[in-house]
């Protein structure tokens, strides 16, 4: 496919998982500083009583095990607290939920632990021993508004508060279920994973030379990043509509887990 299929893109556009192109802006500047300041007080909040719990509990120790209170509090409130809210929560943390704002993958999927991480690792640097200043200019000068933790995590921030009306997605061809469930499916380019979803949503209008020759371009750029191959006869848009369909079921059951994870901590601290 060209690239003038792609012009209808802005560079605000919203890419999920199965490259269906949607209308959410990334957050404004001002939007994620307000979330930050929010963010931060909570942080000063646990801190203090983790800090505090952890000076009671080791005040009768040798020195030793008070340095190892003292340090093994600062990781939990900087790092285990910030990975694992936004986890949880889908890429919200307390400031993000009052602001409307949620961190998503670059290709708008959602946020995984590992680059929740990621980005509270450089947030100790970046914001909290930098005060704040690469973030912020980080965040001016880039089209959607990331700050280095998101650059290295691969994620950004969106706002949340938007209605959207999806098409339905491409169903699993029946005859790939087998070969999908087994199969090793990496996440495409954004660009690919795009060109995909506009190629199985026009592939019944296209006349059969169009059909096979895009359909045979895409399914080779996008065999790179699955394995084992399709079994032999399939046709290019079967294995395409079939590594969309596998790729929004994972994220659908990871998210499935997700809520499940979060039903037992909850039920257990009731």
Same mark, same amino acid.
């Given at each position: 496919?060209?690239?003038? &299929? ?35 007080? $909570? ?13 009671? *509990?080791?005040?009768? #120790? ?53 680059? *929740? ?8 640097? &970046? ?6 200043? =690469? $973030? ?32 339905? =997605? ?10 999908? +469930? ?6 495409? =380019? ?10 199985? +949503?026009?592939?019944? #209008? ?9 359909? &045979? ?5 996008? *065999? ?6 399709? =079994? ?23 998210? *499935? ?14």
């Amino acid at each position: 496919m060209s690239s003038p &299929e792609f012009a209808m893109l802005t560079e605000d556009d919203l890419v999920t998982g199965e490259a269906v192109a949607l209308d959410l802006p990334a957050a404004t500047v001002g939007a994620r500083i307000a979330s930050g300041l929010l963010d931060v007080l $909570a942080l000063g909040i646990v801190g203090f009583v983790v800090l505090f719990l952890a000076i009671v *509990s080791s005040a009768h #120790t040798d020195g030793a095990l008070q340095h190892v209170a003292l340090v093994g509090s600062l990781m939990l409130v900087f790092l285990v607290y910030p990975t694992v809210l936004e986890t949880l929560t889908r890429g919200r943390s307390l400031g993000k939920v009052a602001m409307g704002l949620r961190v998503v993958r670059d290709d708008a999927g959602p946020v995984t632990a590992q680059q *929740s991480f990621v980005r509270a690792l450089i947030g100790i640097v &970046e914001i909290y021993a930098l005060s704040g200043g =690469p $973030a912020f200019f980080s965040c001016l000068v880039s089209s959607r508004g990331k700050r280095l933790g998101d650059y290295a995590a691969g994620t950004y921030v969106v706002r949340d508060r938007v209605r959207l009306a999806l098409p339905p =997605p491409t169903p699993m061809p029946a005859h790939l279920v087998g070969w999908a +469930a087994t199969a090793d499916v990496r996440s495409p =380019p954004v660009g690919l994973a795009l060109a995909v979803r506009q190629y199985l +949503a026009r592939v019944s #209008t296209l006349d059969p030379a169009s059909r096979h020759r895009g359909g &045979e371009l895409l399914a080779t750029r996008m *065999s790179e990043y699955v394995a084992p191959p399709p =079994p032999p006869g399939t046709t290019s848009w079967d294995f395409l509509a079939a590594v969309s369909a596998t790729r929004r079921q994972r994220d659908a059951a990871r998210l *499935s887990r997700d809520d499940a994870l979060r039903a037992r901590l909850t039920a257990r601290s009731e």
